[in-house]
């Protein structure tokens, strides 16, 4: 057993986040190990561009409120407490409420045969943000 010593907090890329969204990362898994786990916090109307990971990937919100939406899918809201799971290569997005600040847990897989562990897309527009968001099921 090992102590991991803290990374210092970093400033999501104007490339593939929209608004302002720091993370931490927590653990990045050395093999056999292939775990990723970073806290990301997201500033009101933040979010990431449409992605997918190569093994998929499960969001934890911790705290706040949020939107995720796959590709093609409608927008759901997020609230701390919930989780979703996004299969292998499903296209998506998360990122704060219009009006709150969010922060989740992300948690994926690199995967063993040298793909990429995500693949980024463009950037989530203003009209698929403020789209009416579903409540998600209690």
């Known amino acids: 057993m090992h102590k991991l010593p803290a990374q210092p ?21 050395e093999a056999p190990s292939r775990i990723r786990v970073n806290v990301v916090r997201f500033a009101p109307g933040a979010r990431n561009a449409w992605h997918a990971h190569a093994a998929g990937q499960t969001v934890h919100v911790t705290e706040g409120a949020g939107r995720i939406q796959a590709r093609g899918g409608e ?4 609230r701390a407490g919930d989780t979703y799971v996004t299969p292998a290569g499903e296209w998506h997005w998360h990122g704060a409420a219009p009006d709150r600040f ?26 698929e943000y403020a789209a009416p968001a579903k409540a998600a099921p209690r």
Do not use: C, N, S, Y
């Open 9 to 29: 907090t970093v400033k999501a890329p104007r490339e593939t986040f929209t608004g302002d969204a720091w993370f931490d990362v927590v653990v990045r898994g």
């Open 75 to 78: 927008v759901l809201e997020m």
């Open 102 to 127: 969010m922060t989740h847990l992300a948690i994926w897989e690199a995967p063993d045969d040298g793909v990429a562990e995500t693949e980024w897309g463009e950037q989530v527009d203003d009209a």
